[in-house]
């Protein structure tokens, strides 16, 4: 199984600060690789996929990058809606493997 | 608007059994490959198994820690999909959330998530 490790589980930064998340994969996967955002009591909303594909409708402040085994998650402009968990996905080979997750507070 | 709407979530006995549905609105999982994701009280996400489209023969897979216990299934012309639980443990206490995603690439976007059926397995 391909392990996903997030760093760091947590981090608490100001409104208009720019954050970086990372995640990396124990083998290689190419771009196969997601991040999703996630509020208490609500489920996963994707954020970006393909490592720096943005979905549509979420706002340009996040961006992503990287790719094989090491990837970012750029949070821009940092703004108090972005308090939330953040999960790397990694979908080249099952089983899909999450990262344990970043908490964020603003 | 597509949605992906749970259902079957309750209270079960270890050992018992439950089966979850997945309705999806229009036909949203008709073409798309379907997989199930759990998350624990306070945890984070894990990976249940999925059951891919038609044309890929409706392929299946598992996270060990279900296989042999877990069943995906699906019913394109009723817009379903269904996870039956057997040897149900403590441990697959949990929310249970349906996901779409396009069979093609494995780039492909878990883009729609249902919003969650919660199974509580306790004596």
């Known amino acids: 199984d391909i392990q996903m490790t997030q760093s760091p589980s947590s981090l608490s930064a100001s409104v208009g600060d720019r954050v970086s998340i990372t995640c990396r994969a124990s083998?290689?996967?190419?771009?196969?690789l997601a991040w999703f955002q996630q509020k208490a009591g609500k489920a996963p909303k994707l954020l970006l996929y393909a490592a720096s594909r943005l979905q549509s409708g979420v706002p340009s402040r996040f961006s992503g990058s990287g790719s094989g085994t090491d990837f970012t998650l750029t949070i821009s402009n940092l703004q108090p809606e972005d308090s939330a968990t953040y999960y790397c996905q990694q979908s080249d080979s099952v089983p899909v493997t999450f990262g344990q997750g970043t908490k964020v507070e603003i | 608007e597509v949605q992906l709407v749970e259902s079957g979530g309750g209270l079960v006995q270890p050992g018992g059994s439950l089966k979850l549905s997945c309705v999806g609105s229009g036909s949203v999982i008709s073409g798309s490959a379907m997989h199930w994701v759990r998350q624990a009280s306070g945890k984070g996400l894990e990976w249940v198994g999925r059951i891919r489209n038609s044309v890929n023969n409706y392929a299946t897979a598992y996270d060990a820690s279900v296989r042999g216990r877990f069943t995906i299934s699906r019913d394109d012309s009723k817009n379903t999909v269904y996870l039956q639980m057997n040897s149900l443990k403590t441990e697959d206490t949990a929310v249970y959330y349906c996901?779409?995603?396009?069979?093609?690439?494995?780039?492909?976007?878990?883009?729609?998530w249902g919003q969650g059926t919660t199974v509580i397995v306790s004596s």
């Open positions: 996901i779409r995603r396009s069979d093609y690439h494995a780039t492909d976007p878990f883009d729609f």
């Open positions: 083998q290689g996967i190419s771009e196969s």
